[in-house]
């Protein structure tokens, strides 16, 4: 699987490319949308919810991200 496929990543999805975890992956076990996926990926300018930043620190420490409460640290 080929992550970081060229696309302008956001600070996240580079994150996100280091550890090796696909978007769909993250959406699936974070049980939220494709679209705020994307956001949070591409588009440094967003600020997720609370609860919607809750929901992914969870999954990505299921998903095995190391340090995944820095995350969203600037």
Known sequence: MAFGL???????GKKLDK???SQLELEKEANLSRGTISKLCND???RPKYVTESKIKRALAKLGAKKPDRFFDA
């Open 6 to 12: 060229g696309k302008p990543r956001s600070k996240f």
């Open 19 to 21: 550890e090796k975890i």
């Open 44 to 46: 440094d300018s967003y």
